[in-house]
Antibody, heavy 113, light 111 residues
């Protein structure tokens, strides 16, 4: 069945970096755009970024533009989110998702001094 | 891109039916048949209940159904059960650069 497994979350100081990974299986990876979505503690959902089938179309939320980079490796069925210059406002559970379909279990990113 | 509008809370007694509306615009809900619904229990990942307005993934109970009229999509839960107590949110394709817009979320309470 469809599985999305995120990894790479953790605690980091403000200004630090993290790289999230999402391993996909159970479907034809290259048939789908992929997204990253986050949910801050006690808050609603915020779309972060998406990437097209081959990676030629990418968009970011204004809140992360210039700091986050999404990428995918279709040979490994994986999507990544490189997060730089992290602030406390980036603290959230980050989900990898097939837009409007399956989501992963999420990985927690905590930015704190 | 503004969030889709959902009521903050909806409640019902066991066995009853409840409906959760999700209101957007012609640029999202009203313009495309790409609305999904998710259930999220505390501390858990969202679970897909409905996609493409009314389609149910394999394994999802037929007590959950989706519908759309104009700029409003709706999720109906029939035969409400204690395990249905959770947060529910909608998710629509949008013509804006964000690709997706989410609902504000609805907490369902089973009385």
């Amino acid at each position: 069945q469809v599985q999305l497994v995120e990894s790479g979350g953790g605690s980091v100081k403000p200004g630090g970096s993290l790289r999230l990974s999402c391993a996909a299986s159970g479907f034809t990876f290259t048939d789908y755009y992929m997204s990253w979505i986050r949910q801050a503690p006690g808050k609603g959902l915020e779309w972060v970024s998406y990437i097209s089938y081959t990676g030629d179309i990418i968009h970011y939320a204004d809140s992360v533009k210039g700091r986050f980079t999404i990428s995918r490796d279709n040979t490994k069925n994986a999507v990544y989110l490189q997060m730089n210059s992290l602030t406390a406002e980036d603290t959230a559970v980050y989900y990898c998702a097939i837009p409007r379909r399956q989501w992963g279990q999420g990985t927690l990113v905590t930015v704190s001094a | 891109q503004s969030a889709l509008t959902q009521p903050a809370s909806v409640s019902g007694s066991p066995g009853q039916s409840i409906t959760i509306p999700c209101t957007g615009t012609s640029s999202d809900v009203g313009g495309y048949n790409y609305v999904s619904w998710y259930q999220q229990h505390p501390g858990k990942a969202p679970k897909l209940l409905i996609y493409a307005v009314s389609a149910r993934p394999a394994g999802v109970s037929n007590r959950f159904s989706g519908f759309k009229s104009g700029n409003t999509a709706s999720l109906t839960i029939s035969g409400l059960q204690a395990e249905d107590e959770a947060d529910y949110f909608c998710d629509s394709y949008t013509s804006s650069n964000t690709l997706d817009v989410f609902g504000t979320g609805t907490k369902v309470t089973v009385l």
